[in-house]
């Protein structure tokens, strides 16, 4: 009699332990359903970008005017990455510059060369789509350092996103569900 009793307890605990379970798993499931209405944060790359903050430190830009060979920028890096190849005019008694290079496959984006460059002639551009095939092709002269920049939002073939407006709505938390566009452009509208 004694262990009928406690079969029959037994099994109701199980009971409603189960049903307990079935309901977390059924508001957890009602959770992930509700996600499904907002709309994605997703930046749809190639055709949306980012335009990069003020001081993203992208591919270098050098110029060679203005560059007076004085190899601070190789001191400063913390590989001593930058090629700074001269001659010694002795007629002036000048440093004349011959060829300057950066190899960004080995560069690790640090800006230490941009920040102390005496002469300012290397500064950092908001390029980062610098991939390529050959290794090799990572290593800038100074024709390729010097090409300017083409920034974000020049490019009229794709949408840009600012930054701070596409992550202060997320922290935000501003969701709209009114939209049969779903995309981050419509989103920040
Ligand atoms: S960004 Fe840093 S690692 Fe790259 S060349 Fe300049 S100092 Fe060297
Ligand atoms: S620190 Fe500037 S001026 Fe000096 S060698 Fe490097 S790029 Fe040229």
């Known amino acids: 009699m004694y262990n009928m009793f406690t079969m029959v307890t037994g099994l109701q605990n199980y009971n409603e332990q189960a ?5 977390y798993i059924g508001q957890g499931f009602i ?3 509700d996600h499904m ?3 994605p944060l997703t930046i ?8 990069p903050s003020e001081r993203f ?3 270098i830009h050098f110029e060679f005017d203005k560059c007076i060979a004085c190899e601070v920028c190789v001191r400063v890096c913390p590989i001593n990455l930058p090629v700074v190849d001269w001659e010694l005019k002795k007629d002036v008694k000048k440093k004349k510059l011959k060829n300057y290079s950066i190899d960004f496959g080995v560069c690790i ?4 060369c941009v920040e102390y460059c005496p002469t300012n002639c290397l500064s950092m551009t908001e390029e980062y789509e610098l ?3 050959d290794r090799h092709d990572l290593n800038y002269d100074q024709i390729a350092l ?3 920049p083409i920034t974000v939002i020049e490019d009229s073939t794709i949408i840009t996103i600012s930054s701070f407006a596409f992550f202060s709505k997320v922290s935000k938390g501003i969701v709209k569900t009114d939209s049969n566009l779903k995309n981050v452009t419509n989103f920040l509208d």
């Open 57 to 59: 430190r992208g591919r």
């Open 109 to 112: 984006f640090c800006g230490n």
């Open 44 to 51: 749809q790359y190639p055709y949306e970008k980012l335009i």
């Open 37 to 39: 209405s907002r709309l």
């Open 31 to 33: 959770i992930t359903l």
């Open 19 to 23: 049903i307990q379970a079935a309901k």
């Open 131 to 133: 991939s390529i095939y």
């Open 146 to 148: 010097g090409r300017l």
